[in-house]
DNA sequence: TGGCAATTGACCACCCTGGTCAATACCAGT
DNA sequence: ACTGGTATTGACCAGGGTGGTCAATTGCCA
């Protein structure tokens, strides 16, 4: 695999810095991208986030784009290295493969919410290199393949096509996820709340494997 | 009902202006409004969208904050006014009623980008007044009432609680709303493929009655 | 003709933008 | 103690956009 080393095209100013002040510069960087896009985003804004001077930000990055292009560099490595450990393809119903997911994507966007908040924002820019946007796309795919990769179809009644099913169940997830997403926006970002909402989901669950899947062991 | 008179707080200089006028004025504010929020928007692409010079829109209104109650007011009396010829409130499953519902939005976002595109933003600004508040959360609370009023239950299959079932059924309808909504805006945002999804939905429509009604008479 | 309403756009002070740069502070090697 | 390179600062720049003002003009009707 002729991957890129990590942080190839970043200036050396930058990479000589320690590796968790590059990721609390990044971090604050792709905060202030996903809160007001490429163009609105202030680099002002940023350099105060990050605890650092006007002069030094562009002591590690040559403009403004190659800033976001660095972004985008570090998320896309970071999420390409976290999609191999999040779904281990076992032989699982759609409902058991699609709650998981849920899970690891609730517990990545918690440990990483600043990527979680930026990957948005990389379809919409007009600025992206086509490079990138070949890995994104790659990326989706994968992701797309891992979700529906050695299940266990027979699960499914079968007076129904599963294809149609599974766009049922998937869309009842999103349903959810945007609920909750909703619901955290309008109350306090605590994280907590987001888990008890997810728990509470336990019922939905055993819900739709009564309705989605067959009754009986036939 | 002590309901106020349509544009009574207005300044008369825009009270006196033809109402299709008024109407043109108001919707480039509120486009402005929904794109940008209520702080970056510009008032300088406001009148260039309008197509009237900047001292008309202090002839019309006090300042910015001024055109923004006027718009929240519009958008208000006019969704108020929607609501009630929006669903009749037949006796029917809550899968038909929610389709009925589905599809009334959608006519209405057609029909009315703007107010539809600006009432997500009346939430999440802050210089609202609170009577506006107040106004927009009964329309929520008898919006809700009439997604529930009347309902056949009994359709429902019997194995479940209904209101489990409901739930379900929603997130699903907003789920499949979530994603013929990027759809949209990831190609073109030509109003005709919004149909032709929605024509799509007819199969997965009969789906859920499948899973979610009895399947006798009983 | 006068008088009032409608309409214009140049203009204002202010703020923020992305980006620069001369001036330092720091520190290892000699 | 001196040197030389690196790290770091923040004042500063021109340019552009901001909400808002206002003297001047036009249009219209009595």
């Known amino acids: 695999m002729p991957s890129a080393e990590r942080g190839e095209s970043m200036k050396e100013t930058f990479r000589r810095l320690e590796a968790g002040r590059q990721e609390e510069i990044l971090k604050a960087a792709m905060r202030e ?5 490429y163009d609105k985003a202030s680099t002002n804004r940023i350099v105060r986030d990050a605890g650092m001077s006007k002069g030094m930000l562009y ?25 191999e450990s999040w779904i281990g393809t076992e032989r699982e119903g759609f409902i058991e493969r699609m709650a998981r997911i849920a ?5 990545y966007f918690r440990e990483h919410p600043e ?11 007009p600025n992206v290199p086509p490079s990138f946007r070949e890995r994104l796309g790659t990326l989706m795919e994968e992701g797309k393949r891992k979700m529906f990769d050695g299940l266990d179809l027979s ?37 907590g709340d987001l888990d008890r909402y997810w728990d509470e989901f336990g019922v939905y669950l055993d819900a739709m494997k009564t309705i989605y899947y067959r009754g009986d062991g036939s």
């Not at 991208?33 to 896009?37: D, I, Y």
């Open 59 to 83: 002591y590690y990055f040559e403009n403004k784009e190659d800033l976001f292009r660095d972004c985008i560099g570090y998320a896309l490595d970071h999420m390409e290295q976290s999609l």
């Open 115 to 125: 990527i979680s908040g930026f990957s948005a924002v990389i379809l919409l820019s």
């Open 33 to 37: 991208f996903a809160e007001n896009g």
């Open 155 to 191: 699960r499914f009644r079968g007076d129904l096509p599963p294809e149609t099913l599974m766009r049922l169940v998937q869309w009842t997830f999103d349903g959810y996820a945007r609920e909750a997403e909703e619901q955290m926006k309008a109350e306090g970002v605590n994280f």
């Open 103 to 107: 899970e690891a994507k609730r517990r």
